[in-house]
Every structure is written in structure tokens, then in C-alpha cells.
């Protein structure tokens, strides 16, 4: 039963690149999640993906962008990179059982590792 | 103040001690509750899930007090293979974001 699959483990781009990142979720699961996790800090939440669209988006410039496809996939984008865009980038997916909240266990990705020079 | 705050550690501790870490949330509406556990450059992975009675899964116990807002995570005969950081989480009614604490860094020494 493969995990969430994220693509790539790394890359390096220079400021004003845009980038995009993968995630396939856990087998089953149908909602996509996506963190930065700065050197030393917890995880942020950027935004969640369900049913292709963005349920929910933390305090994130609109630089960051997503999309989930129909097979539950998604992707991150970050246009015009900064400097302090340089993080692990987690996708994490779970199941919606109903209800409006987080009790639904996360599982993450082995992450994207992005720098930006 | 932040949402979820933890101490950063280091915690260097023998194998075989025992170790507690606390965390704090400032959220009186926080709804659910967990400890994560994350190894250097990998990602985090539940370790377990926090409950208002309490649980246990063999050395590790996570305790949750609502009233001072705050979770537990106790661990007991530690092993060199516990050295991680531990990250608290906690997800709010009405939202569907996970809110991390910065994670304790332990170390179990020989």
C-alpha cells in the first residue's frame, strides 16, 4: 500500500523562478494538504485540497497556489521565489469523514527540500 | 502569543530515564490532539493521538489537561532509536488546518 509520494525530493532554483511540486495522496485518501517547514520550525499550513478545490488556506501570499485533479493528486506552485521561500515543502493527505475538522489522522510525504539561491 | 508553544530542548537523557515533555496551546476551542514524531530531515509521523482521559501505548503516554490548556507526553525506558523531535499538534474547531508546535528535540545518550 504505497504512502504519499512526493515529486521532487529536491531542487534548486534562483529568486524570481517559479516552481511546481507533486504529491500523490495515501491510497484511499482523498484530501491534500500542504506544509512548509522552515529549518528549525514546525510545520505551516499553506492550504487543503478536497474535491479540487481549496477548502482552506493559511497565511500564505497568493504566490502560493495549488490544484488538486480528479485522481486526488496535487500540486503546489510558488511563483516569483524569494529568498525565504527556501524550506521542506510537505504534502500530507487524509480521508474526509464528515464533520468540519481536523480529527482525521494526517500522513506525510517524505517532502520536497527546496533551495533558492 | 503563539498558538502552540513548546520547549525546544535539547533534552539529553541516559537510556533507560524517563522524560516528559509539555506543550501549550492558547486556543480554548482546540478539538483534537496529537504528538508527531520526526527524525532528522524525514517527515513527521503520528506517534499518537492525545484523549481528554488520557492514553498509553506501551513506553509512551500522552496525557491532555483542558483546563490549562496544555498536553503531556511521557516516555519511559528510553532508547537511543527514541532521539527525534517531538511535535505537539493541535486542530481547532471549524478548521481544517493542523497547528504545529516548533517540536523538543531529544537525545538519548549511552
Known amino acids: 500500500d504505497a504512502g504519499v509520494t512526493q515529486s521532487p525530493t529536491h531542487l534548486i532554483k534562483t529568486r524570481g523562478q517559479q516552481v511546481t511540486l507533486r504529491c500523490s495522496p495515501k491510497?484511499?485518501?482523498?484530501?491534500v494538504s500542504w506544509y512548509q517547514q522552515a529549518l528549525g520550525q514546525g510545520p505551516q499550513f499553506i492550504f487543503q485540497y478536497y474535491e479540487e478545490e481549496e477548502r482552506q488556506r493559511g497565511n500564505f501570499p497568493d504566490r502560493f497556489s495549488g490544484h488538486q485533479f480528479p485522481n486526488y493528486s496535487s500540486e503546489l506552485n510558488v511563483n516569483a521565489l524569494l529568498l525565504g521561500d527556501s524550506a521542506l515543502y510537505l504534502c500530507a493527505s487524509s480521508l474526509v469523514a464528515g464533520g468540519n475538522s481536523g480529527a482525521n489522522v494526517l500522513t506525510f510525504g517524505a517532502g520536497s527540500r527546496l533551495t533558492v539561491l | 502569543r503563539k498558538e502552540v508553544e513548546q520547549d525546544p530542548g535539547p533534552f539529553n537523557v541516559p537510556e533507560g530515564a524517563t522524560v516528559a515533555f509539555n506543550c501549550t496551546y492558547s486556543?480554548?476551542?482546540?478539538?483534537?490532539f496529537f504528538w508527531y514524531r520526526q527524525d532528522c530531515r524525514k517527515e513527521p509521523k503520528l506517534l499518537m493521538s492525545v484523549y481528554s482521559s488520557g492514553n498509553e501505548d506501551g513506553r509512551f503516554t500522552a496525557q491532555l489537561n483542558r483546563a490549562s490548556q496544555y498536553i503531556s507526553l511521557l516516555i519511559r525506558d528510553s532508547k537511543l532509536s527514541d532521539s527525534a523531535t517531538y511535535l505537539c499538534?493541535?486542530?481547532?474547531?471549524?478548521?481544517?488546518?493542523?497547528?504545529f508546535g516548533t517540536g523538543t528535540r531529544l537525545k538519548v545518550l549511552a
Open positions: 499538534v493541535i486542530t481547532t474547531s471549524g478548521t481544517y488546518k493542523y497547528i
Open positions: 486556543n480554548s476551542a482546540s478539538q483534537s
Open positions: 491510497s484511499g485518501h482523498d484530501t
